[in-house]
């Protein structure tokens, strides 16, 4: 059974840092792109970071450039996501997800990623 695993989430304060994790299960995607979504009550889920399959290409949505850098180590088949100066407004559900096609760079809709995790909680208290 195919699955990633998110991990690492929790409350921190403002101006705070955390390291999420993605584990994937089940499979190897390292000739997917992964991708790194929030959600919030509400509200749609929406891109935050995405990263090639090799590494060598990564891109952010404009709320986490500067702050957020992703990285993955395809030997354990693991995404990571490092935020940095967290505010309020990142307090979320973020969730991972890998590209459905393989070696496609660059996707930001949650229609482009399949195999969502189930989450992991991040709250910023101010």
């Known amino acids: 059974q195919v699955q990633l695993a998110e991990s690492g989430g929790g409350l921190v304060q403002a101006g705070g840092s955390l390291r999420l994790s993605c584990a994937a299960s089940?499979?190897?995607?390292?000739?997917?792109?992964m991708g790194w979504f929030r959600q919030t009550p509400g509200k749609e889920r929406e891109f935050v970071a995405g990263?090639?399959?090799?590494?060598?290409?990564?891109y952010f949505a404009d709320s986490a450039k500067g702050r957020f850098s992703i990285s993955r180590d395809n030997a354990k088949n693991t995404v990571y996501l490092d935020m940095n100066r967290l505010t309020s407004e990142d307090t979320a559900v973020y969730y991972c997800?890998?590209?459905?096609?393989?070696?496609?760079?660059?996707?930001?809709?949650?229609?482009?990623?399949?195999?969502w995790g189930q989450g992991t909680q991040v709250t910023v208290s101010s």
């Open positions: 990263i090639s399959p090799s590494g060598g290409r990564i």
């Open positions: 089940g499979r190897t995607f390292s000739s997917n792109s």
């Open positions: 997800g890998a590209d459905r096609v393989p070696y496609r760079m660059g996707s930001v809709r949650i229609t482009e990623y399949d195999y």
